[in-house]
């Protein structure tokens, strides 16, 4: 069975940082590409990032780009997410995500994870 | 960047009905790389349709998907007590994604 269980979030003052971390199982994680999903409270969906299987390519929402970090690694079957210089605007719930196909970026997300919630406040 | 509208933003119906949900983009979408996703409260989204109209692993077969370019369709043919959620329409390339903002479907 696919799991992703995400965890890290927490309450941080603008301008902070934080580490998300997200634990994969059940699947060969080194063949996917990996995602970064967020939704604010009450809002919609924004993807956020993506790495891909071996870690040789990620990509960032422009909202994120500069500020956020995405990595991975295979030896520990784990995703992270770096987030410097935090906004406001940044208060989400963020999820990660498994790609649907094996070794491609180019396709929608089949397992999310149930999330970790990052607040942003003075 | 490819922006989704969906609509209706909200749609009333009674279970047995039948839900059409449209979802729009600023421009072509490359290969039909279009997917939809049910939300229920306080849950992950779920994959429902990609590739326009290839139904997800599991998903039941009263739920399909339609269109290409800029316009796709998300069909709900009898609409089941579960199926009252918020569904979310995305493109998918290789480098960006995109998801509408969602349409809700509840119990008229």
């Known amino acids: 069975e696919v799991q992703l269980v995400e965890s890290g979030g927490v309450v941080v003052q603008p301008g902070g940082s934080l580490r998300l971390s997200c634990a994969a199982s059940?699947?060969?994680?080194?063949?996917?590409?990996m995602h970064w999903v967020r939704q604010a409270p009450g809002k919609g969906l924004e993807w956020v990032s993506l790495i891909s299987w071996d870690g040789g390519s990620t990509y960032y929402a422009d909202s994120v780009k500069g500020r956020f970090t995405i990595s991975r690694d295979n030896s520990k079957n784990s995703l992270y997410l770096q987030m410097n210089s935090l906004r406001t605007e940044d208060t989400a719930l963020y999820y990660c995500?498994?790609?649907?196909?094996?070794?491609?970026?180019?396709?929608?997300?089949?397992?999310w994870g149930q999330g970790t919630l990052v607040t942003v406040s003075s | 960047e490819i922006v989704l509208t969906q609509s209706p933003g909200t749609l009333s119906l009674s279970p047995g009905e039948r839900a059409t949900l449209s979802c729009r983009a600023s421009?072509?979408?490359?290969?039909?790389?279009l997917a939809w996703y049910q939300q229920k409260p306080g849950q992950a989204p779920r994959l429902l349709i990609y590739?326009?109209?290839s139904r997800a692993t599991g998903i039941p077969d009263r739920f399909s998907g339609s269109g290409s370019g800029t316009d796709f369709t998300l069909t709900i043919s009898r609409l089941e007590p579960e199926d009252f959620a918020v569904y979310y329409c995305q493109q998918y390339g290789s480098s960006q994604f995109t998801f509408g903002p969602g349409t809700k479907v509840d119990i008229k």
């Open positions: 995500a498994k790609a649907h196909r094996i070794e491609s970026s180019g396709c929608p997300f089949d397992y």
């Open positions: 059940g699947f060969t994680f080194d063949d996917y590409t």
């Open positions: 421009q072509s979408v490359s290969s039909s790389y």
């Open positions: 590739g326009a109209s």
